[in-house]
């Protein structure tokens, strides 16, 4: 029973293309993120979302678009795909943004590896 | 300067060893850190997280955290070849929003 899971696991495709990165978690955490881990293993992040309302929205091209559904859904759509686009993209999620330490940990689906030829 | 400063290795170390991995970063506010182990091909895990000057101990793995230095390492004792990963150090960014900023990773191979 996955806690976080993000579909699909591979994505390859076309520069120019449009494409979307599902993710879901089953723990009931209010937060949830996309972070982008480049091929030298950079993993930063992209955006947060504390339930459904935007948080976080780093310098992203804005190809990029996420959509939060509800609080256990957080997607990922990419316009006009680049070669640089390509990458392993993780959705994460964590309890909430309260002063408790322990609740911002973050727990990471599987990634998603996309290539963009 | 990054906010989260790793030295990328590899680290190498024989099976049975103690491995040191380290981290220091630079916002003196920062008040909670963590490291990930992450397997090739894999998603980051978390093993251990730290808020408080001194050491934790779990298991094999100790935290250690040294506010007024401002670093964080990982001690590993009696290492083995499965610890052979990348860790991946761990602190708050200095916005809202639980923006957790992560090092470079460092990549750890056990020998046996």
């Known amino acids: 029973d996955t806690a976080v899971s993000q579909t699909p696991k591979y994505l390859v495709t076309q520069m120019g293309n449009d494409k979307s990165i599902k993710c879901e978690q089953n723990?009931?955490?209010?937060?949830m993120y996309w972070y982008k881990q480049d091929s030298k293993k950079f993993l930063k992040i992209m955006f947060s979302?504390?339930?459904?309302?935007?948080?976080i929205n780093e310098t992203v091209p804005n190809r990029f678009s996420p959509k939060s559904p509800d609080k256990a859904h957080l997607n990922l759509h990419i316009n006009s795909l680049e070669l640089g686009d390509s990458a392993v993209y993780f959705c994460?999620?964590?309890?909430?943004?309260?002063?408790?330490?322990?609740?911002?940990?973050?727990?990471f689906g599987s990634g998603t590896q996309l290539s963009v030829l | 300067q990054k906010e989260v400063e790793q030295n990328s290795g590899p680290l190498s170390v024989p099976e049975g060893a103690i491995a040191s991995l380290n981290c220091t970063y630079s916002d003196r506010g920062s008040q909670s850190f963590f490291w990930y182990r992450q397997y090739s091909g894999k998603s980051p895990e978390l093993i251990m997280s730290?808020?408080?000057?001194g050491d934790k101990e779990d298991g094999r793995f100790t935290a250690q955290l040294n506010k007024a230095s401002q670093y964080v390492s990982l001690l590993i004792r009696d290492s083995q070849p499965s610890d052979s990963a990348t860790y991946l150090c761990?602190?708050?960014?200095?916005?809202?929003?639980?923006?957790?900023?992560f090092g470079a990773g460092t990549i750890l191979r056990v020998k046996s």
């Open positions: 979302y504390n339930n459904k309302e935007l948080i």
């Open positions: 761990a602190a708050p960014g200095r916005e809202y929003g639980n923006k957790l900023v």
């Open positions: 723990l009931g955490h209010d937060t």
């Open positions: 994460a999620s964590s309890q909430d943004l309260t002063g408790d330490l322990s609740r911002k940990k973050l727990f």
């Open positions: 730290i808020y408080s000057n």
